[in-house]
């Protein structure tokens, strides 16, 4: 019978995937349009780990998160907000093992095209 030893190692996620993660379950939320653009003034667009309208910090293993949304005019925009945060909490936990510190939103817009 043949042995075969375990090395442990270690897993690194790049923010950008933490951002998709973010980015694509915000966009399967009912009720949200699409992303905004995100913050307008330079400093803010200058940040790292920005990108489609999501901002991503990690601090020791635990990573925060601020949203930029465009939402539809006929929906609850805070049970709207409050469906996003859980459920990008919710998938970054379950898909990456972290943890999440906060999901802030920003609605940048209301869409009313629809």
Same mark, same amino acid.
């Given at each position: 019978?043949?042995?075969?030893? +375990?090395?442990?190692?270690?897993?690194?996620? *790049?923010?950008? @995937?933490? $951002?998709? $993660?973010?980015?694509?379950?915000?966009?399967?939320?009912?009720?949200?349009?699409?992303?905004?653009?995100?913050? !307008?003034? @330079?400093?803010?667009?200058?940040?790292?780990?920005?990108?489609?309208?999501? !901002?991503?910090?990690? +601090?020791?293993?635990?990573?925060?998160? *601020?949203?930029?949304? @465009?939402? /539809? /005019?006929?929906?609850?925009?805070?049970?709207?907000?409050?469906?996003?945060? +859980?459920?990008?909490?919710?998938?970054?936990?379950?898909?990456?093992?972290?943890?999440?510190?906060?999901?802030? $939103? !920003?609605? +940048? *817009?209301?869409?009313?095209?629809?």
């Amino acid at each position: 019978m043949k042995e075969y030893s +375990e090395t442990q190692g270690r897993t690194t996620i *790049d923010p950008g @995937v933490l $951002i998709k $993660i973010a980015k694509l379950t915000s966009l399967g939320v009912p009720g949200v349009s699409k992303m905004a653009s995100g913050p !307008h003034h @330079v400093e803010s667009l200058l940040r790292k780990n920005y990108s489609d309208g999501v !901002h991503i910090d990690v +601090e020791n293993n635990t990573v925060y998160a *601020d949203l930029y949304l @465009v939402l /539809n /005019n006929d929906v609850d925009l805070y049970a709207t907000s409050k469906t996003v945060q +859980e459920k990008v909490s919710r998938a970054i936990t379950e898909m990456v093992g972290m943890d999440v510190g906060k999901i802030n $939103i !920003h609605i +940048e *817009d209301i869409d009313y095209t629809k």
